[in-house]
């Protein structure tokens, strides 16, 4: 085992790197105050997600999927961008980093200054329709609730539905996402336990692989240098050191 301080490690890969890739999870946002789904505190120990996050519940208890939905989703919107999300946007603005795939929703990556933004599970911003796929903002879709267990399209009167991918969804940004990780040469996973798939297979997808998490990670025993801590200070730190 290396004795160097592991962000000098990860400091030292990027630099002999030509693209490197970071994969986002719930983690990166916590610092933001939106909880993820596996700590102590976390989503998990509050809701069960399959129960308000999945196909089959929005499909079968429409009301109750709405209801659970607006309420998971309001201090996603409302949440700013934190340190770890501002140091990727720099990190890849210097290019040192060519694109961030994140699972998360909440666009804070974008909100911080991210241009090359993958979002594997969909986002808050929109809304369509099951049938003739009209879109508006989630926001006014949400307003609907007020008059109506759930929102309906204008156009042709079928159910709208969030742009998130919900268990049951078929992710379909992650063919790209698997693309551009096989061809970097250095996957950075930041905030995300690997247990969620398939976004978890990219990490194996990696050519290398490093990892800053607060927590082990099912990915760490492929792991070239594995920073365990916060990712807003680790991150900042890692830029410090690189710009
Ligand atoms: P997860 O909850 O399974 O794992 C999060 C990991 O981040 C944990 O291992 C934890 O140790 C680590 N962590 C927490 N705070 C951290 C911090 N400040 N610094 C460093 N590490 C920290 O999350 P996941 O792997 O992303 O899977 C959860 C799924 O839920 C994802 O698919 C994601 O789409 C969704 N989700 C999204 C949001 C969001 O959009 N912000 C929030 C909750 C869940
Ligand atoms: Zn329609």
Redesign the pocket.
């Known amino acids: 085992m290396s004795l160097r301080n592991p962000i000098d490690e990860l400091a030292e890969l990027m630099r002999s790197s030509k693209n490197v890739v970071a994969l986002t999870?719930?983690?990166?946002?916590?610092?933001s105050g939106?909880?993820?789904?596996?700590?102590p505190g976390?989503?998990y120990s509050q809701i069960d997600?399959m129960e308000y996050l999945s196909v089959e519940s929005m499909k079968s208890r429409p009301e109750k999927f709405w209801r659970g939905f607006a309420q998971i989703m309001s201090p996603?919107t409302e949440a700013p961008p934190n340190n770890?999300h501002f140091a990727l946007a720099q990190l890849e603005n210097a290019r040192y980093i060519s694109t961030v795939i994140t699972?998360?929703?909440?666009g804070?990556h974008q909100k911080a200054g991210s241009k090359n933004v993958i979002e594997?599970?969909g986002h808050l911003r929109t809304a369509h329709c099951y049938d003739c796929s009209w879109d508006c903002s989630l926001t006014d879709a949400i307003a609907q609730l007020d008059e109506s267990p759930r929102p309906f399209c204008p156009l042709c009167g079928e159910p709208l539905r969030p742009n998130v991918v919900l268990f049951g969804d078929i992710p379909a940004e992650y063919p790209h996402a698997e693309t551009l990780v096989a061809q970097g040469d250095l996957l950075i996973v930041?905030?995300?336990?690997?247990?969620?798939s398939p976004?978890?297979i990219l990490a194996f997808r990696a050519s290398r692989l490093a990892i800053?998490?607060?927590?082990q990670?099912e990915g760490d025993r492929q792991a070239e240098a594995i920073i365990r801590?916060?990712?807003?200070e680790?991150l900042t730190l890692l830029t410090e050191r690189l710009i």
């Open positions: 999870g719930a983690g990166i946002s916590t610092e939106i909880p993820d789904f596996r700590s976390g989503l997600p996603m770890g699972q998360n929703i909440d804070l594997l599970h930041v905030g995300s336990s690997l247990s969620v976004a978890n800053i998490n607060r927590d990670t801590g916060n990712a807003g680790s």
